[in-house]
């Protein structure tokens, strides 16, 4: 009986075509997306050799191949709402890889070499997963200017955190996070920073070295101060510490000559204890209960 091979081409051809794709190796981007996917062929890593651009979002994949490694041209992945419990630590070997999208998925943790991706990983999304803690590898993306962590069950971050040092929108809110690190203030690059919905109980005083950050969302925690370094955030123009356990605010933040916007209902601040010129502030800007500041207890 003789013996029949198939190449890898043509096991790639006859995949694609399921999802309506002609096969090129030549091709840049796929997007297979909602195809019920639940595996990638071995021969796929193989197949492409300028492959750019990889969306497999909204499918049912549990694993991803330990090969993609080697598909060193991706500079996108795109592997939103699968099924996905972890990723392999091949990963490391996408140096070209500016954009790695893994939200929505069961992930319990991230590969330590992730941090192997920081010459230009710019934007890590890994939201709506089931992650506990990040690894402090994750502190090597130097590079990365946006970061969402949120809607995750992390109690801790790593102390380094602030060696990410390009990050400019960083979202870590609905998680288990009872402290932020004082290397937070080394993040000077930083425009939106959102802890709502955590375990905070102070803010570190070095969030004041963050010069450029113009949004800054705290609420639903269990914060009982503010630290009056927050007066040097003379960018800010949104502050949302409602849900807390506030009981004033610090005199300086009246510095605070940006702000537009200051959410603040359900605290314990008493409007006896502050001064004039926060009175005023208060006035100027737009508070969630803006109508006699009625969020005081008098």
Not at 72 to 80: F, G, Q
Not at 119 to 140: G, I, Q, W
Not at 193 to 209: A, F, H, R, Y
């Amino acid at each position: 009986m003789s013996k029949i091979f198939v190449s890898d081409e043509e096991i790639i051809t006859e995949w694609l075509e399921n999802y309506n794709i002609e096969y090129s190796e030549d091709i840049l981007e796929i997007y297979l997306i909602r195809k019920n996917i639940e595996d990638i062929p071995m021969e796929f890593v193989d197949s492409f050799d300028s492959l750019i651009k990889l969306n497999l979002s909204f499918n049912l994949m549990k694993n991803l191949p330990e090969r993609i490694g080697e598909m060193t041209t991706l500079t996108e992945i795109d592997i939103r709402y699968n099924k996905l419990e972890k990723l392999p630590e091949t990963l490391s070997g996408l140096i070209m890889l500016e954009k790695l999208l893994c939200s929505n998925n069961k992930l319990k943790l991230l590969p330590e070499s992730i941090g192997d991706l920081h010459v230009n990983l710019n934007y890590l999304d890994v939201s709506a997963n089931d992650l506990t803690f990040v690894p402090e590898t994750l502190c090597n993306l130097s590079n990365l200017t946006c970061l969402r962590i949120y809607k995750n069950k992390i109690r801790y971050l790593p102390e380094m955190i602030g060696n990410l040092i390009s990050l400019k929108s960083f979202r870590l809110f609905e998680n288990q996070i009872n402290n932020i690190s004082d290397s937070i203030g080394n993040i000077s690059s930083l425009i939106m920073l959102d802890c709502n919905k955590n375990e905070l109980v102070l803010l570190p005083s070095t969030i004041g070295k963050i010069t450029t950050l113009k949004t800054l969302k705290i609420g639903d925690n269990k914060i009982e101060s503010i630290p009056s370094s927050i007066g040097n955030l003379t960018s800010l123009e949104e502050l949302n510490c409602s849900n807390n356990q506030l009981t004033t605010f610090p005199d300086s933040f009246s510095n605070l000559k940006s702000l537009k916007r200051l959410y603040c209902r359900n605290n314990k601040i008493k409007q006896s204890k502050l001064t004039s010129k926060l009175l005023l502030l208060f006035q100027s800007v737009f508070c969630d209960d803006e109508e006699n500041l009625s969020f005081f207890n008098r």
